[in-house]
């Protein structure tokens, strides 16, 4: 809550407004997040069935149905000198749909494991979508402090991730799943995951110079149409499914998160390091 409250003051009406008008790229990044991700996610799942339990396959859907990231996918836009604005919004509204959207996706392609009642739906806007809007609109008293101790945002960002990591393997070890879960499929779902990330960097980065886009938004497409959230992942699946299925499910998300963070911080200084006259030209 404290997570989505700060990233809810931080984000101004300017930022909003201004990363708004780059629906273009919105679209793009949405399709990849909410599209593209779960087409691969059922291919991956099928996948997934030949060599792993279906429970583990099924985690692989899972982390497909989920938002983009928000403070990493920023973070590595500015490293790698992005639109930055278009993504603070893109990376915002992305986790303000999945609130809703995400648990209607479960509903309809995981079947009867993912079967959403109202209540569910609401529990994870309060603990999500409120903290976010009430940071908002606590602006007026709270975005000189967050402007002025941005790394307070950037502290409780990892905070939240190392504790949603360190419950969720917990509950891991609590529930058995890694005397269940051979080292063999473990090692597959790493395979797996950088398999699933590679596909999608190629095609975001091929569908932002194929429509022409700049060299800042295709920054913002790739790092935000690529990245999906654990911060926002492990709450969720703690209210859709049932206890006993909430670890082998969310293995392959934590797998994906740590490899998503290696590969695209190696790509943010990369393109960082590129010089603006070496890359293509594009229309803005």
């Not at 063999?184 to 110079?209: E, M, P």
Request: aromatic letters at 8%; proline letters at 5%; charged letters at 10%.
């Amino acid at each position: 809550a404290l997570l989505f409250f700060l990233h809810g003051a931080k984000l101004s009406r300017a930022a909003i407004v201004g990363g708004l008008t780059a629906w273009r790229l919105h679209l793009v990044i949405l399709a990849a997040t909410f599209l593209l991700f779960p087409i691969l996610g059922l291919g991956f799942r099928e996948l997934g069935t030949l060599i792993l339990a279906p429970s583990l396959a099924s985690g692989f859907l899972f982390l497909a149905l989920l938002p983009s990231t928000v403070q990493s996918s920023i973070a590595f836009t500015s490293i790698a000198g992005g639109n930055v604005p278009a993504a603070i919004c893109s990376a915002s509204l992305s986790n303000l749909i999945g609130i809703g959207l995400t648990p209607l996706l479960v509903a309809g392609l995981m079947g009867g494991a993912g079967t959403i009642a109202l209540g569910k739906v609401e529990t994870i806007a309060l603990q999500l979508l409120l903290p976010f809007l009430l940071g908002h609109l606590s602006r007026p008293l709270t975005a000189g402090f967050v402007q002025k101790h941005g790394s307070l945002v950037s502290f409780v960002d990892r905070g939240s991730i190392l504790l949603v990591v360190y419950t969720a393997f917990s509950a891991a070890i609590v529930q058995g799943l890694w005397q269940d879960v051979p080292a063999w499929q473990v090692a597959a779902l790493v395979l797996l995951s950088s398999l699933l990330l590679a596909i999608v960097l190629l095609l975001t980065r091929g569908a932002a110079r194929c429509l022409g886009f700049s060299r800042a938004d295709e920054i913002a497409i790739l790092f935000c149409g690529s990245k999906k959230s654990l911060a926002s992942g492990v709450p969720m699946a703690a209210i859709l499914f049932p206890a006993a299925a909430v670890g082998p499910v969310i293995l392959p998300l934590m797998i994906f998160h740590q490899i998503q963070l290696l590969v695209c911080a190696v790509l943010a200084r990369r393109y960082a390091r590129q010089p603006l006259a070496a890359q293509p030209e594009q229309r803005k």
